[in-house]
């Protein structure tokens, strides 16, 4: 049997946004569960109203030339997303990286992600980072495994969840 075949392209539709949607709320879905004993931290990201909001408002800051939305498609079917934009004039930031389960294992967080890179560097950006938790091992593991080291916080937290986010550099 051949191996199934992916492809990364823009979001651009109104379905695309919708799934683009549903996917991020299924990657909340898998951080609640990681992190049961650890209910700050979700709510820190992603508490309801403010999450929705930002769903609500997609594409919002992650339109070019300041960022982009990433989808992987299999045959017609959405398996993964991710979105960039803006940290300052050389940076750009990847959030919300999700891959469903039916499109694991397949290196399209890898492709998406390196896809993503591209995109950045040929807007004009010099570096590209990205934060995750620590409750997501794969994630450090892909994002280690493509070059991007370990980097001092770009933004801020509260001092409670320090120890639970890593960030993540990679120059382009």
Do not use: N
Not at 56 to 64: E, S, Y
């Amino acid at each position: 049997m051949p191996a199934p075949v992916f492809h990364i392209r823009h979001a651009r539709s109104d379905d695309d946004l919708a799934a683009v949607r549903a996917l991020c709320w299924a990657y909340r879905d898998v951080l609640i569960d990681r992190t049961t004993d650890l209910p700050g931290l979700v709510d820190h990201y992603y508490a309801v109203p403010v999450y929705q909001q930002l769903m609500d408002d997609l594409p919002g800051k992650h339109v070019p030339p300041d960022g982009e939305i990433f989808v992987a498609t299999e045959g017609s079917q959405i398996v993964a997303c991710g979105m960039t934009h803006r940290i300052d004039a050389a940076t750009c930031e990847i959030k919300r990286v999700y891959v469903t389960p039916e499109g694991r294992g397949k290196g399209v967080a890898r492709r998406l992600c390196r896809d993503a890179m591209d995109w950045a560097k040929a807007a004009g950006y010099r570096r590209f980072v990205l934060d995750t938790m620590r409750r997501l091992p794969e994630a450090m593991a892909l994002y280690e495994g493509m070059g991007f080291t370990r980097a001092a916080p770009y933004h801020e937290l509260p001092p409670d969840l320090t120890q639970h986010i890593v960030f993540y550099e990679h120059p382009l």
